[in-house]
C-alpha cells in the first residue's frame, strides 16, 4: 500500500465545524420530572402528550444504560446535560424563510443549505430545526393541497393530536430500551408527516437541522404515517458544528405503513466524529428506528450513509406484520480515526410471505470499528418468508477493525434466509492498475470505494445519490488510506 | 437456590475432595495445583447465565436440576459388548473404551503401535509419564472462559492420554469410545479428560464416539486439549449418538504448530443437550484447520455448536462447514467466530452454515460471527437456512421419482455433503447408515 | 400419435408466453422447433415436463391419447417423457450413478418389473456411457456438480439413455457448447433415436441441425408457431434471419 498516499488522505479537517453565536433559550442542565414538565409546558402541549413523557421518564430511571459489547465511551452524564435550548423568536411563527432570523440564514447558508434556491428549485420541502424547535417549514400550502401534512411534531400536537395519539409510541415504544425511553421523555420536536389514502406525495420530503448549543442534546421524534395505497420518500441529513465535550443524540424515528403503502426513508449524515488526532469531541448518536410494515403488500425502505458521529448506535429496522410486506436497508456506514459503528439492521418477520432484504457496507480506516449487527427473525407465522442479506467490509490500513455479528433466527420450515459477508482491503494490484492508467492514487481509492458502495448508492432518491457520492468523496479525501 | 444447588452440591462433595487430591501419583503436587486454579475459576464464572453471548440459547436447567447418582462404581461390571459394536471400525484399530468416565480394561484394545507412543487412559498414565503430561496440561485453566471445562479439570477421574513422536505416523485408527450407562433413578455424571500431543511431521486419526445405551440418563462432560506439532497432521472426529435423554458437553481446545493441519468432524444425532465448543489456535504460520459438522435432530434434541478459529498469526487458513437437518421440535444453534488479530496479514478464512428444517416446530440460530482487526485478509462467511431447492426437487421429480423420495435423496445428499471425503472408509460407511436411518424417520419414508 | 398438442396456451407471473401453440409429433419423428429469445421455446419444454412455475391456461396436450397436464411430473417421466435441461441442476451430495439406479429402478417398479440388482445396473451403466462417450468416473461424481457445460449436457443424454424415454424433449441442449461437444451429443442423440419414438430439438441455431437431422422443422415466434417445413426451412432461416422470416409470414399458421 502506498503508505504516502494513506497519509495524505487521512488528514482533511471537518469543514463544517463552527458555531453559530446567537442568544439561545436554555434551561438549566439535569433531567428530573421538573424538567420533563418544563419542556412540555414551554412546547404547550396537550394533556396526554405530557402524561406519555412522564411515564416513559419514570420507567427511563428504572432502565439500564445499554452496552454493547464493542463500542466504549466514557460513562454519560446525565445530568450534565441540557435537555431544551431554542432560539429565541422575535415572531411567534415563521411564515416563510423570509422572516428566518438573518444570523440562523447565514449558518445555513455556510452549510451549504441554501434553502431559497437548492430546495426551492428542486422543488423540495424543507423542515429545518435549529437546534431544538423548527425554525422554517416552506411548501406547507403545497402539500397541504395533495392532503399531505408535514410539519414539526410540535404543531402536529396542536393541529391533529389524534392522529399522533394513534401512532406515536405504536412501533418503538418507550419501553424498547434506554434511549427509546429517555426520547419518549424528553423529545424536543422532529417531523410528523401523514399521508393519506392512494395519495403519492407529490415531492420528496427533507429535513436538516444541527445541534449548535453546547452541551445540548438532541432527542429528535420523527413519526411517518402512510395510509392505505400511500407513497412518501422522506431524507433526513444532518451537519454539525465542532465540540470538545461530547454531545449526545438520541433520535426515534417512527414509520408505519398500512395496506399497499410505501415509505421510503433516506438518510445522509455528516456529524462531527471527533478530533482526528485525539478522538476528542464529536457527536453520540444512539437513535431508535424502525418501520412496521402493518398493512399487506406494504413495503418500508431504509437507506443510510453514515459517514460521521464519535459513536453510531443505530439498527434501522422493519417488523413485517402484514402479509407479503417487504422491508429493505441498504447503508454504507464509514469509520475513521477513532469512530466506532456498531450498526446494522433488525428485520422481524410475522406475516406470511414476507420479504427483507439487508445491504450493508461498512469501511473502516484509521484505527476506527465498524461493527455490523444484524437480526434476521423469522417466527412461526412468518410462512414462505425470505430473507437475504449481504453485509461487505472494506478496511483500510492495518490499524482498523470490522467485525460482523450477524444473529439469524428461524422458526418455520417454509422459509429461506441467505447470509453472505465478505471482508477486505483495496489492494495493492487495483490501486496500481489505476496508477498505471493516469489517474490519481485519490481518484483510485474515490472510484473504487464508490464501486463497493454503489449497491446502496442505487438506492438513495435523485439529490441524495448525488450528495451522498460527494460526501464520501470529501470524507475518504479526509480518510481514504 | 434451588437450579444448581444439586450439581453443585455434588461437585463440592464427590469431586474437590482431598480423596482426589490424595491420589495415588507421583506427580500429585503440580496437578493438584492445577486442579485447584480450575476450581477458583470456576468459583469467578459460576454456571453460564442466557446473558453470556455463547449461552444465550440453551437452557440448562435439565442439566443443572437433576439428582445425579454417584458415578464411583457405575457400569465397571458392564461387559456386554453388542452395545458399543457398532462403533468399532476395524480389527486393526486402538480401542479405548470408558463406562461412565472408567477406563475398561475388558473391552478395550491397544495393541502393536509405533515405538515412541503412547496411548492409554490418563490416570495409568500420569504414573508411568506425568513429567511429559504435566508440560501440557491445563494450559489455559486459569483463564477458561468455559465453566464446564473448568469442571472438568478439577473434577476429572479419567481419560486419554496420546502422544506421538516426531515423524511418526499412525495407520490404525484411534478409535475411543465413551458410554454413559445411568438410568432414570440414578443418572449418571462423568467426566473425561483428553489429552493429545502431537510430534513434528506425525501422523494420527483420533474417533471419540460419544455413545449411551438405549434411553440412559447421563452427563458426560468431557474437555480436550489438543496440540499439533509442526507439519503434524490430526483428524479428530466426534461422533455423538447419544441416548435420547443424554447431556453432553465437549469443550477442545486446539493448539495449532506451523505448517500443521487440522480436520475436525462434530456428528450429532439424537441426545437430548449436546453442546461442543472447538477453538482453536493457530500457534505458527501456515496452519490449515478444517472443520466440520453435521447435526441430525428430532423430537427435541438440541445441540449447540460453538467453533472459533483464532487467527494469531499471518498466513494461515480456516475453514468451517456445518450443515444441520432439523425436524420435530429440535433446536440448533451455530455460533462461529473467526478472529483475526492485528498484523495477522494474509489470513484465510471460509465458514459456511447451511440448515435444512423439516417441520415447522423446529428452530435455527445461526450467529456467523467475524472480528477483524487487520486489513490484507480474505474472510468470507454464508449461512443458509431453509427448505430444499424447489429447481433440485423438480429435476428428480422429472425423472420419475416421486415428490416423497425426491425429498429423502435430497435430504439425504444434503447432509452426505459433509462427509464426502471422510475417511476411514468404515467411519464413512456407519455414518451414512445412520444418515439414511435418521432421516427416513425424520422424512417417515424409506428410499 | 405420439403427442398431439392442441392450442396450448401458458404463462409464468401473469405473463401470456405460449398464445395457442400446436404440434403433432409421430412415433419415428424428430421434429426441430426454432425461434428467437423470449418466442416461448424454454417454456414449451417446461410445461410439458410440468414445471409448476407455469400455468397451462388454454388448451390440451394428449401423449398417447392420454392427457399430460393432468399427471404431476413424475407420472410424466415413468410414462415416457424426457426433458434435456438447458440449464441442469447441480445437486452435491447426491451421487450420479446412484441417482441413475434409482430413476431407472422407478420405472421399472412402474411398468411391474422388478428392481435391478446394482451389479447388473453397472453393466448397463458401462454399456449406456459408450452412447455419451464418456469415462468411468463420470458415475463417481456428484449429479452435475463441478461439470463443464459440455458434460453438463452430455450427462442429460446419458440419463437418456438409461431410461429410454418415449419422447424426449431436449431443451437447447446445444447452447454453450463448443463443436465437438455438439457433435458428442448429436451422436447420442442419433443413437437413442428409434421408429418407436420421438424427439423434440428445441434450438435458436441451425448449427445441432446438422448433425440431427430433422423431418420437421417449425419455427415459434411470439407463443406460437408461424411456419413449418423441412430441413430447408432451417437453412433459410440462417440465411434470412428470424425477423425476416417472422415478419415474411406474419399470419400464416404452420
Redesign the interface.
Known amino acids: 500500500m502506498n503508505s504516502k498516499t494513506i497519509e495524505e488522505f487521512t488528514s482533511k479537517e471537518y469543514q463544517y465545524g463552527f458555531k453559530t453565536q446567537i442568544e439561545t433559550d436554555t434551561i438549566p442542565k439535569g433531567l428530573t420530572e421538573e424538567t420533563v414538565r418544563l419542556i412540555s409546558s414551554r412546547k404547550r402541549e396537550p394533556e396526554f402528550m405530557l402524561e406519555y413523557r412522564l411515564k416513559a421518564f419514570r420507567h427511563w430511571q428504572k432502565m439500564k444504560e445499554t452496552r454493547w459489547?464493542n463500542v466504549h465511551h466514557a460513562p454519560i452524564d446525565y445530568q450534565n446535560i441540557s435537555y431544551y435550548s431554542a432560539p429565541k423568536p422575535s415572531k411567534e411563527k415563521l411564515k416563510s424563510l423570509d422572516e428566518v432570523d438573518p444570523e440562523l440564514r447565514k449558518t445555513f447558508e455556510k452549510l451549504g443549505i441554501s434553502l431559497m434556491e437548492q430546495k426551492k428549485l428542486a422543488g423540495v420541502a424543507v423542515d429545518a430545526i435549529f437546534d431544538s424547535v423548527s425554525v422554517a417549514t416552506s411548501y406547507k400550502a403545497k402539500l397541504l393541497e395533495a392532503g399531505v401534512i408535514f410539519c414539526p411534531i410540535s404543531e402536529a400536537l396542536e393541529k391533529y393530536p389524534d392522529l399522533v395519539k394513534k401512532y406515536m409510541g405504536s412501533v418503538v415504544p418507550y419501553t424498547d430500551n434506554f434511549y427509546a425511553a429517555l426520547n419518549a421523555a424528553v423529545f424536543s420536536d422532529g417531523s410528523f408527516v401523514y399521508i393519506p389514502k392512494n395519495t403519492r406525495c407529490p415531492m420528496e420530503l427533507s429535513t436538516y437541522f444541527r445541534i449548535n448549543t453546547e452541551e445540548s442534546g438532541q432527542f429528535e421524534r420523527t413519526l411517518i404515517v402512510c395510509e392505505e395505497g400511500g407513497y412518501v420518500s422522506y431524507l433526513e441529513g444532518c451537519t454539525a458544528p465542532k465540540f470538545d465535550t461530547n454531545q449526545l443524540h438520541a433520535a426515534v424515528v417512527e414509520l408505519v405503513a398500512l395496506d399497499n403503502a410505501e415509505i421510503k426513508y433516506s438518510t445522509v449524515q455528516n456529524w462531527f466524529a471527533g478530533d482526528p488526532k485525539t478522538g476528542k469531541g464529536g457527536i453520540y448518536n444512539f437513535v431508535t428506528k424502525r418501520g412496521k410494515c402493518q398493512g399487506k403488500n406494504s413495503k418500508i425502505s431504509w437507506t443510510q450513509v453514515e459517514t460521521g458521529s464519535a459513536i453510531t448506535w443505530k439498527y434501522p429496522g422493519c417488523v413485517l406484520v402484514g402479509d407479503n410486506s417487504v422491508g429493505e436497508f441498504y447503508s454504507v456506514a464509514l469509520t475513521n480515526h477513532f469512530q466506532q459503528a456498531d450498526t446494522g439492521s433488525k428485520m422481524v418477520h410475522l406475516g406470511k410471505n414476507t420479504k427483507s432484504t439487508i445491504i450493508s457496507k461498512g469501511i473502516s480506516a484509521g484505527t476506527a470499528v465498524n461493527n455490523y449487527r444484524g437480526r434476521v427473525e423469522?417466527k412461526?407465522s412468518a410462512?414462505g418468508s425470505r430473507n437475504f442479506t449481504q453485509c461487505d467490509?472494506l478496511?483500510?490500513?492495518?490499524?482498523?477493525?470490522?467485525?460482523?455479528?450477524?444473529?439469524?433466527?428461524?422458526?418455520?420450515?417454509?422459509?429461506?434466509?441467505?447470509?453472505?459477508?465478505?471482508?477486505?482491503?483495496i489492494s495493492d494490484d487495483q490501486l496500481f492498475y489505476f496508477l498505471q492508467r493516469g489517474i490519481s492514487g485519490e481518484d483510485a481509492m474515490g472510484a473504487i470505494i464508490n464501486g463497493f458502495c454503489k449497491d446502496v448508492f442505487r438506492e438513495l432518491p435523485g439529490e441524495f445519490a448525488v450528495e451522498a457520492t460527494q460526501l464520501l468523496g470529501l470524507k475518504l479525501e479526509g480518510s481514504v488510506g | 437456590m434451588a437450579i444448581g444447588a444439586d450439581l453443585k452440591n455434588r461437585i463440592y462433595r464427590e469431586s474437590f475432595s482431598k480423596e482426589l487430591l490424595k491420589k495415588k501419583t507421583p506427580n500429585a503436587d503440580w496437578l493438584a495445583e492445577v486442579r485447584r486454579t480450575a476450581y477458583e475459576r470456576f468459583e469467578k464464572l459460576g454456571f453460564p447465565t442466557r446473558e453470556l453471548e455463547g449461552w444465550k440459547y440453551i437452557n440448562l436447567e435439565p442439566i443443572l436440576g437433576a439428582s445425579f447418582a454417584a458415578s464411583e462404581n457405575n457400569g465397571l461390571e458392564f461387559s456386554d459388548t453388542r452395545m458399543i459394536e457398532k462403533y468399532f471400525l476395524s480389527e486393526n484399530e486402538q480401542r479405548l473404551v470408558f463406562v461412565n468416565g472408567v477406563y475398561s480394561k475388558n473391552l478395550s484394545s491397544v495393541k502393536n503401535l509405533p515405538p515412541g507412543v503412547i496411548l492409554r487412559d490418563l490416570a495409568a498414565s500420569l504414573v508411568s509419564h506425568g513429567d511429559l503430561i504435566k508440560r501440557y496440561f491445563g494450559r489455559d485453566a486459569s483463564s477458561e472462559t468455559n465453566s464446564f471445562s473448568s469442571i472438568n479439570t478439577f473434577s476429572f477421574k479419567d481419560g486419554l492420554f496420546l502422544y506421538i513422536p516426531d515423524k511418526v505416523v499412525v495407520d490404525s485408527p484411534i478409535n475411543i469410545i465413551l458410554l454413559g450407562t445411568g438410568d432414570n433413578d440414578s443418572p449418571s455424571l462423568f467426566y473425561s479428560r483428553i489429552l493429545i500431543v502431537t510430534g513434528e511431521c506425525s501422523r494420527v486419526r483420533v474417533i471419540v464416539n460419544y455413545a449411551g445405551l438405549p434411553d440412559a440418563r447421563y452427563f458426560n462432560n468431557t474437555a480436550a486439549e489438543i496440540h499439533v506439532g509442526e507439519g503434524a497432521c490430526l483428524d479428530y472426529f466426534q461422533i455423538e449418538r447419544g441416548s435420547k435423554n443424554s447431556y453432553q458437553i465437549a469443550t477442545n481446545r486446539f493448539y495449532l504448530g506451523k505448517f500443521s493441519t487440522l480436520e475436525t468432524l462434530a456428528f450429532t444425532e439424537g441426545g437430548a443437550i449436546t453442546r461442543n465448543e472447538e477453538i482453536i489456535e493457530f500457534g505458527g504460520e501456515k496452519g490449515f484447520a478444517s472443520l466440520k459438522g453435521l447435526s441430525l435432530l428430532n423430537d427435541e434434541s438440541q445441540v449447540y455448536n460453538h467453533v472459533e478459529a483464532n487467527h494469531r498469526v499471518p498466513n494461515c487458513t480456516s475453514r468451517q462447514f456445518y450443515k444441520n437437518v432439523l425436524a420435530g421440535k429440535a433446536k440448533s444453534e451455530f455460533n462461529s467466530l473467526v478472529r483475526v488479530s492485528r498484523g495477522a496479514q494474509k489470513s484465510d478464512s471460509n465458514q459456511l452454515s447451511k440448515t435444512l428444517l423439516l417441520s415447522d416446530t423446529a428452530e435455527s440460530h445461526s450467529r456467523p460471527q467475524l472480528k477483524i482487526d487487520t486489513d490484507d485478509v480474505s474472510c468470507v462467511h454464508g449461512a443458509t437456512v431453509g427448505q430444499l431447492e424447489k429447481d433440485e426437487l423438480f429435476y428428480l421429480r422429472s425423472r420419475g421419482l416421486s415428490k416423497e423420495i425426491a425429498r429423502l435423496v435430497l435430504t439425504s445428499g444434503f447432509a452426505e455433503e459433509v462427509i464426502q471425503d471422510l475417511e476411514p472408509a468404515p467411519l464413512k460407511s456407519h455414518l451414512k447408515d445412520w444418515i439414511g436411518e435418521a432421516l427416513e424417520i425424520a422424512t417417515e419414508r424409506k428410499i | 400419435m405420439l403427442l398431439d398438442i392442441r392450442n396450448l396456451h401458458a404463462s409464468i407471473n401473469g405473463k401470456d408466453i405460449l398464445k395457442g401453440f400446436n404440434l403433432q409429433v409421430k412415433a419415428g419423428e424428430v421434429h426441430a422447433i426454432m425461434g428467437p429469445n423470449g418466442s416461448g421455446k424454454s417454456t414449451l419444454a417446461k410445461v410439458l415436463a410440468g414445471d409448476s412455475h407455469y400455468e397451462v391456461t388454454k388448451g390440451e396436450v394428449l401423449f398417447q391419447g392420454k392427457n399430460l397436464l393432468d399427471l404431476e411430473p413424475e407420472d410424466r417421466a415413468l410414462a415416457g417423457v424426457f426433458m434435456a435441461f438447458q440449464y441442469p441442476v447441480e445437486i452435491p451430495g447426491v451421487n450420479n450413478a446412484s441417482f441413475l439406479r434409482m430413476a431407472y429402478n422407478a420405472k421399472r417398479k412402474f411398468q411391474g418389473k422388478e428392481e435391478i440388482d446394482p451389479l447388473d445396473f453397472e453393466e448397463l451403466l458401462k454399456e449406456r456411457l459408450k452412447v455419451v462417450d464418456m469415462p468411468q468416473d463420470f458415475l463417481k461424481r456428484n449429479v452435475n456438480h463441478g461439470f463443464s457445460g459440455g458434460e453438463k449436457k452430455r450427462n442429460e443424454i446419458l440419463q437418456m439413455a438409461v431410461l429410454d424415454p418415449t419422447l424426449a424433449i431436449l431443451d437447447e441442449t446445444d447452447s454453450g457448447l463448443d463443436i465437438d461437444a455438439l457433435r458428442e451429443v448429436a451422436k447420442g442423440v442419433n443413437i437413442l433415436k428409434r421408429p418407436d419414438n420421438g424427439i423434440i430439438l428445441i434450438t435458436h441455431y441451425q448449427r445441432l441441425l446438422d448433425y440431427i437431422t430433422p423431418d420437421h422443422v417449425h419455427i415459434l415466434v411470439d407463443g406460437r408457431i408461424v411456419r413449418s417445413g423441412g430441413k430447408e426451412l432451417a437453412l433459410e432461416l440462417e440465411k434470412k434471419g428470424y425477423d425476416e422470416m417472422g415478419a415474411s409470414t406474419n399470419g400464416h399458421r404452420g
Do not use: M, R
Open positions: 459489547a423469522i412461526k410462512a467490509s478496511l483500510i490500513g492495518s490499524k482498523c477493525s470490522a467485525n460482523t455479528f450477524p444473529y439469524i433466527d428461524v422458526q418455520n420450515a417454509t422459509s429461506t434466509v441467505e447470509h453472505e459477508a465478505s471482508t477486505s482491503k
